[in-house]
């Protein structure tokens, strides 16, 4: 039979390239195979692949009669007699290993191999009931990497096709209520992504409320181990608006998963190697990369509608995403737990909170699956990490505690899926709780009590209060990066944007700039930029749009494609080559971004520039001079800003202005990190960073109050505003046309506005 999908023509059923299929495969693919194909017409960087079809499980299960042996052996079977759930699935497997495969189903199997270029490849199990929103399968069927070799990419199929019948996936499903027969399964077969670093993103934290921060979970090497709770991995916060990293936590890694030298059908070839020791206490992430891998889940949320579970490898200097499935538990509403009398708690251990809710009940230590039959209903289940096989006894758990593992690993997963308090990456829970009878689990704030204290740690809910326009004399302008988010934000009560970042655009490219120029596909570059730039314009119109030029630092240049070829190292790059000087120096670079703000620009005049980083004046007066000779004029439909956040800015204010730039936006970040010789950075000078100093404050006030004496638009662009509501009111004092902040600060910051407004004309 010959089916058409969007375009493409299905000459065969048994084995289709990912480009052929789409979330409306599931039937056909599975819905892992389903998902990859999905994020390739969505223009995601996914590893290319073709998908052996359950076309192809089903010829291969009704030729051997496997399927009338599957009605026979679990027709009655009890999942939870764990030495019956176990013949019955050796026998199962046994059959399908053991029985025949037809010459036609092998050889488009390997002719599919060949296709794909040959090398090393993934081969992942595809079920048509796993990776929705109600049932993940987290870890349920396997996966075989680094498998080389056409036999022994088939021989790895079948024991996909196996795993079917794993006595854990046997017990799944039957305490889902899904039928062992009639359900197809697939199997993509991808290249395989020799990871620097892998892991795992949530678009929204687990457990937290909608509009919560994003997680992302990152090891060195191949991401196995993450999932299955053998390395406890680095966590980064990311606000959701903004893209601003709110918080990290690094951990030491001692080993990584990484390829091997070469793969069989049974055996991964991948291999335990150590993590060099320079390396080992390091940030398995740069900023920029947890920024590129933030806007790809906000693009894969955005296109799929719901917050997505992401997993992903960073290799070769670009990302990749191996899977995005909905996340399988989001809590509604905004929850605060209740204070509790002093003295009435004491806190045993803590870890990361993986899953919410609180439990209470006896301490159940398992070292492994031998120790399964002790676990009793209602049991809080104690171990180092668990694994698919965990799951027939989760479910009897109450909560669930482990001492390794990050909030994405396999015990986070189908804790959030089955409704479990869980807290991970305790370290030392086996040991500490074992001498306790009875303990409360609070799988929110990552801690376990002693004894039942459940009732006192109840949560109350609270809802965000609704709130409608309120018209202020200084403008509110919003921070973006991220081109999707665009429409959504556009539609709040919001004046324009204030700062849109160049840098996030730029970063998904994944390439340096200089690296496309020299190899003739400098157009693509601008065409990128004009591309998201667009968005922008066309959502806010007629709305002021405020495009700040890049203002990548050589740190961040050089982790793009390309980028150690062009990019010196520096001591200290937030004072190196960047900002107006880089553009100076670089004039047919500067052209590119030039070009598509003209290009964007012809449709959509509503589009201004803000120059960052200006040291002197000759750099701005140098920047206006280029802008010229590409015919962008200021006037009255084109303005130029510059931003304030060099102290040379605030003594020499007086000469930028002669200059004649039309406004000012204060960048309080950068402005305070260089007033108080701090990096923001420094966790052990995190203290000290505070815009609220007065050399800061003093700088900020002085600029306001000149810039509106001569009569030039002056708005504030950093975080300040953003945290600090009291910044905001001395803002408006001193007579700021507009503040620029985050989304999630809108409602927040319109109010404060408005009553400092209010207060002023009553003095």
């Known amino acids: 039979m010959v089916t058409v999908v969007q375009g493409v023509q299905r000459a065969s059923q048994m084995c289709l390239p990912l480009t052929a299929v789409n979330k409306n495969d599931v039937a056909l693919v599975g819905g892992k195979g389903a998902s990859l194909g999905e994020l390739l017409r969505a223009g995601v960087p996914v590893p290319q692949g073709y998908v052996v079809t359950t076309d192809a499980y089903r010829e291969f299960m009704s030729e051997n009669g496997i399927e009338v042996e599957v009605e026979r052996v679990l027709k009655d079977i009890n999942v939870n007699d764990s030495s019956e759930l176990s013949r019955a699935a050796n026998q199962l497997q046994e059959s399908v290993l053991s029985s025949s495969l037809s010459n036609s189903i092998g050889s488009m199997i390997r002719d599919a191999y060949h296709d794909l270029g040959r090398g090393p490849v993934a081969v992942r199990s595809s079920a048509t009931i796993e990776d929705l929103p109600d049932a993940s399968f987290a870890g349920q069927h396997r996966t075989f990497l680094n498998v080389v070799g056409e036999e ?82 680095d966590v980064y916060w990311i606000t959701r608006h903004g893209l601003r990293i709110a918080g990290r936590k690094i951990e030491s890694q001692e080993w990584m998963l990484t390829k091997g030298p070469t793969g069989t059908g049974f055996q991964d070839g991948s291999i335990k190697t150590p993590v060099p020791q320079d390396i080992t206490h390091r940030q398995k992430l740069t900023d920029m990369q947890v920024g590129v891998l933030a806007e790809i889940g906000f693009q894969l949320e955005e296109h799929y509608g719901v917050p997505q579970d992401v997993e992903w490898a960073w290799a070769g200097g670009s990302p990749y995403v191996l899977q995005s499935r909905p996340i399988t538990v989001i809590q509604k509403g905004q929850a605060s737990p209740v204070e509790c009398v002093s003295g009435v708690l004491n806190k045993l251990v803590s870890g990361a909170g993986a899953s919410p809710g609180i439990a209470a009940g006896p301490v159940r230590v398992v070292k492994d699956d031998t120790e399964f039959p002790t676990v009793k209903e209602g049991d809080v289940l104690v171990t180092g990490m668990t694994t698919p096989d965990f799951v027939q006894v989760m479910k009897r758990a109450s909560a669930i505690v482990t001492d390794r593992g990050g909030r994405t690993c396999h015990a986070a997963i189908v804790g959030r899926e089955m409704g479990l308090p869980c807290v991970v990456g305790t370290g030392d829970a086996t040991t500490v709780l074992a001498g306790h009878s009875i303990v409360t689990v609070d799988g929110r704030a990552g801690e376990i009590y002693a004894g039942d204290v459940a009732g006192p740690l109840g949560f109350n809910e609270t809802s965000d209060r609704e709130t409608s326009p309120v018209p202020t004399k200084t403008k509110l302008y919003v921070n973006l990066a991220d081109p999707d988010s665009a429409g959504k934000v556009a539609s709040m009560d919001v004046d324009g944007i204030g700062l849109l970042r160049a840098e996030f655009m730029i970063a998904h490219l994944g390439e340096h700039p200089r690296a496309m120029l020299e190899s003739g596909r400098g157009v693509l570059f601008s065409a990128h930029l004009t591309e998201g730039i667009e968005k922008f314009a066309s959502a806010f119109a007629p709305r002021p749009v405020i495009y700040r030029f890049s203002d990548l630092k050589t740190n961040e240049y050089r982790n793009l494609k390309g980028g ?23 004039p047919e670079l500067f052209a590119l971004e030039v070009q598509a703000l003209k290009a964007v620009r012809e449709r959509f005049p509503n589009v201004w520039a803000m120059v960052p980083f200006v040291r002197t004046v000759s750099e701005i007066e140098g920047v206006q001079a280029l802008l010229q000779q590409h015919a962008l004029e200021q006037g009255p439909d084109f303005k130029l800003w510059m931003m304030a956040e060099v102290p040379s800015n605030v003594i020499l204010l007086d000469q930028f202005l002669d200059a004649g730039v039309d406004g000012i936006s204060i960048g309080s970040n950068d402005l305070t990190q ?52 009291e910044f905001t009111k001395k803002l408006v004092e001193w007579g700021v046309t507009s503040v620029s902040v985050t989304p999630d600060m809108i409602n927040e910051t319109r109010r404060i506005l408005a009553a400092s407004e209010t207060a002023l004309l009553s003095v």
């Not at 062009?566 to 670089?586: H, I, V």
């Not at 505070?690 to 600029?703: G, K, L, Y």
């Open 152 to 233: 022994n990419v088939v021989w790895a199929v079948r024991a996909c096709w196996a795993s079917f019948f794993e006595p854990r996936a046997i017990f799944y499903r039957e305490n889902q209520g899904i039928p062992h027969s009639g359900t197809g399964f697939a199997v993509p077969v991808q290249r395989m992504v020799p990871a620097d670093v892998s892991g795992v993103m949530f678009t929204l934290e687990p457990g937290s409320t909608e509009g919560g921060p994003m997680l992302i979970e990152a090891v060195y090497g191949l991401g196995e181990p993450l999932v299955s709770g053998e390395i406890s991995p």
């Open 674 to 725: 260089l007033t108080l010789g701090v990096d923001r950075d420094n966790e052990g000078l995190a203290s000290i960073f505070d815009e609220r100093n007065p050399a800061v404050t003093q700088s900020i006030e002085h600029v306001v109050k000149r810039c509106i004496a001569r009569g030039v638009t002056v708005s504030i662009c950093g975080q300040a505003p953003s945290v600090y509501p």
């Open 564 to 586: 150690e070829s062009y990019e010196s190292w520096e001591e200290n790059p937030m004072m190196g080559y960047r900002g107006s000087a880089r553009y100076l120096a670089e």
